[in-house]
Nanobody
């Protein structure tokens, strides 16, 4: 069982940066690859980024490549999403999720989710 809690969302202007955090409970954090998804009202949850168990390999959706960076600190049981050069279209609720396999981009295949954190980017 993995319990995930996101933090770090907020309201920022276009071009600004935010860092999201996702703290995981349990002693099996390193057994899980981690991912970030985002969702806007009335739309499906979309894959944003993923990272493997050690943090050595990362994956991104095209729209955030070069702007977002996913990382993890296994000593702190935490995964991060550094978001730079934010755009209004990045506005969404951001969720972290855990899976045994890295780079799984279908949200329905994840068993563990956080509660989400709102990111709003004004123009």
């Amino acid at each position: 069982q993995v319990h995930l809690v996101e933090s770090g969302g907020g309201l920022v202007q276009a071009g600004a940066s935010l860092r999201l955090s996702c703290a995981a409970s349990g002693r099996t954090f390193t057994s899980y690859a981690m991912a970030w998804f985002r969702q806007t009202p009335g739309k499906e949850r979309d894959f944003v980024a993923a990272i493997n168990w050690s943090g050595s390999t990362t994956y991104y959706t095209d729209s955030v490549k070069g702007r977002f960076t996913i990382s993890r600190d296994n000593a702190k049981n935490t995964v991060y999403l550094q978001m730079n050069s934010l755009k209004p279209e990045d506005t969404a609720v951001y969720y972290c999720a855990a899976h045994r396999v890295p780079n799984v981009r279908i949200p329905g295949l994840y068993d563990y989710w956080g509660q989400g954190t709102q990111v709003t980017v004004s123009s």
